[in-house]
Nanobody
Framework: QVQFVESGGGLVQPGGSLRLSCAAS????????MGWYRQAPGKQRELVAK???????DYADSVKDRFTISRGNAKNTVYLQMNSLEPEDTAVYLC??????????????WGQGTQVTVSS
């Protein structure tokens, strides 16, 4: 019903940048809040940033002023620009989206995740 294509993860040195993207497709009739979460080994999944359909954003304190979330013109794509990366940012980054899908109740869907590793 819903597919996510996530890209942009990889290995980067401390202080470097990466841009994650996530595109949702399928029998979608409405897209609400989209966001990025991350999960490091042995830690709980945590919110990184989210953006509503109206463009309002919210960030974890640890990434404010370093990360920027945005949505594409078609609204089905969400981006996460990550600057000044730190080793503590190392995690699997997962995209999620609150969607209205034909033939199913509105709910939050999750992508499979993309690995971000910050290391020298």
């Amino acid at each position: 019903q819903v597919q996510f294509v996530e890209s942009g993860g990889g290995l980067v040195q401390p202080g470097g940048s990466l841009r994650l993207s996530c595109a949702a497709s399928g029998s979608i009739y409405s897209m609400y809040t989209m966001g990025w979460y991350r999960q490091a080994p042995g830690k709980q999944r945590e919110l990184v940033a989210k953006i509503t359909s109206g463009g309002s954003t919210d960030y974890a304190d640890s990434v404010k002023d370093r990360f920027t979330i945005s949505r594409g013109n078609a609204k089905n794509t969400v981006y996460l620009q990550m600057n000044s990366l730190e080793p503590e940012d190392t995690a699997v980054y997962l995209c999620n989206a609150d969607l209205g899908v034909f033939g199913a109740p509105r709910k939050v869907y999750w992508g499979q995740g993309t690995q971000v590793t910050v290391s020298s």
